[in-house]
Structure formats: structure tokens, C-alpha cells
């Protein structure tokens, strides 16, 4: 599945635009990881654009949220790998993360999240005002954004990336985007 096919599936199933932003933040994130790191792209950038395509299908069932996108995948042919990362990505489903692709998915996924809120504290409300330093001060205070899970924007260390390199990775990653994502 290419980049552009991956896009066109996940509006087919998300209304929401937020929703979609935080798809197409993971989606630069993990390209930015797999390059950092050696990996397929083009297949990190699709797995991190449609690891929530079922959210809203899901929303009143959080712990089937990831099987009905697997489904969705395997039926477009997706490779196991893929699929294996967005089941794990959900919690929920105790699917252990084993692969450097699982660890990158969830930490991408999630910093996402702790750095839309810092943006949404800077006086201009923009991504450009956004030091990844001031994103790693926020995430050691548990009264921000709380619903962010900081252990799993700490696997990153699972992939050999510090946490303040990851910080400034995502942040720039998000930065090259910052008009899709309205920040
Ligand atoms: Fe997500």
C-alpha cells in the first residue's frame, strides 16, 4: 500500500480531522525514526497514518480498538509486521511489543499527543514556538496533559534513541508539517 492509498483508506474511515492529524503527525514521526534508523519508509510512514483508522468505529469499545483496522489491513494485503504494530499499539489488547517497529509506533504515536499540547500552550499557539526541551520539562509534570503516557514515549530508548533526540526528531517532524496539522 502506498503513502497516497494509505491517506485515501484512513478518510474513508475518519470524520474527525483532529483524528487525522495526529494520524499524519505519527505518519512524519515514523518516517523520520525509520530513516534515523535504517528502516522501510515508506512502510513505518503507512503503518503510523493508519494505526488509528478504526478510532471512531471504536470509540465506545476501546478494547476491540486496532483489531477491526487489522482487519481492514489484511484484507488490503498488509504484511504481518504492519499488522503486528498496530495491534500492539493498543494497550488494551495485551499484545506485547516486540519489534523495533512496535516501539516506534507507540512512542510516535504518543508524543504526538505532549507535543500538540505544548504548541497549544505557546502564546502563538504554533508548532515553531515548540523547543523539544520545554516538551520534555512538560512531560516529567504528571498534571499535563495527562492522558499522555510517558512510558510509551520512552521506548524510544528501546530503539537506541534518547529521549531528548527523539523529542527534537518529532519535533522537527511535525515542524515540516505544521500547516497540515493546523499548529
Ligand atoms: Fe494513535
Known sequence: ??????????????????????????????????????????????????????????KDTPDQHGLKTVAVLEEKGLDPETLQAVRSHNEALGVPRESDFDHALACAETITGLIVATALVQPDKKLASVRPESVIKRMKKKDFARSVNRDAIRECEMLDIPLPDFAALSVQAMSGIAGELGL
Open 1 to 58: 500500500m502506498t503513502r497516497n492509498e494509505a491517506l485515501t483508506l484512513l478518510r474513508e474511515h475518519l470524520t474527525n480531522e483532529n483524528l487525522v492529524r495526529h494520524c499524519l503527525a505519527t505518519e512524519v514521526i515514523m518516517a523520520a525514526l525509520a530513516e534515523r534508523l535504517g528502516k522501510d519508509i515508506e512502510k513505518w510512514r503507512v503503518a503510523g497514518l493508519v494505526h488509528d483508522l478504526d478510532f471512531e468505529e471504536t
